[in-house]
C-alpha cells in the first residue's frame, strides 16, 4: 500500500528557506513518479514539481522554476523539496503524490493535478513577515 508522510513545513519570511521532506512507503521509490503538490486556501491543488520514475527527470510549474529543486533518495525511500526565494504566494499545504506508473511521459502529463493520487496529509508552509 503506497504512503507518504510529508514534513519540514512552518513559518518562514519572505525571502527565507525550507526544505521538505516526503516519506515514502508500499513501493520502491524510482518505481512511479513522485510530485510535489500545494494547496492554497480558497485555490484548487496544484503540481509544483515532479521527479519522474527510473531516470529522474525533473519538473516545475513555471511558479516556481529557479526557486525550487525536487530531489530524491532511493536508499531511503525519501523526496525532497528545496525551496528558497520564498513569497507569500507560496503559503499553502503541500502533499506527495503518485502516478503508480513507471516510464516517459511529456511534461504535461506530469504538471497535470489529475494524473497523481495517494496523496499523504501534507504539511503547512506559511510565508509571511
Known amino acids: 500500500q503506497v504512503r507518504f508522510v510529508e514534513s519540514g513545513g512552518g513559518l518562514v519570511q519572505p525571502g527565507g528557506s525550507l526544505r521538505l521532506s516526503c516519506a515514502a512507503s508500499?513501493?520502491?521509490?524510482?518505481?512511479?513518479?513522485i510530485a510535489w503538490l500545494r494547496q492554497a486556501p480558497g485555490k484548487e491543488r496544484e503540481v509544483v514539481s515532479v521527479?519522474?520514475?527510473?531516470?529522474?527527470?525533473?519538473y516545475y510549474t513555471d511558479s516556481v522554476k529557479g526557486r525550487f529543486t525536487i530531489s530524491r533518495d532511493n536508499t531511503k525511500n525519501m523526496v525532497y523539496l528545496q525551496m528558497n526565494s520564498l513569497k507569500p504566494e507560496d503559503t499553502a499545504v503541500y502533499y506527495c503524490?503518485?502516478?503508480?506508473?513507471?516510464?516517459?511521459?511529456?511534461?504535461?502529463?506530469?504538471?497535470?493535478?489529475?494524473?497523481?493520487?495517494?496523496w499523504g496529509q501534507g504539511t503547512q508552509v506559511t510565508v509571511s513577515s
Open positions: 521527479i519522474s520514475s527510473n531516470d529522474g527527470r525533473t
Open positions: 503524490a503518485t502516478d503508480h506508473r513507471s516510464g516517459y511521459y511529456s511534461e504535461t502529463y506530469y504538471l497535470t493535478l489529475a494524473n497523481f493520487g495517494s
Open positions: 508500499g513501493f520502491t521509490l524510482d518505481e512511479y513518479a
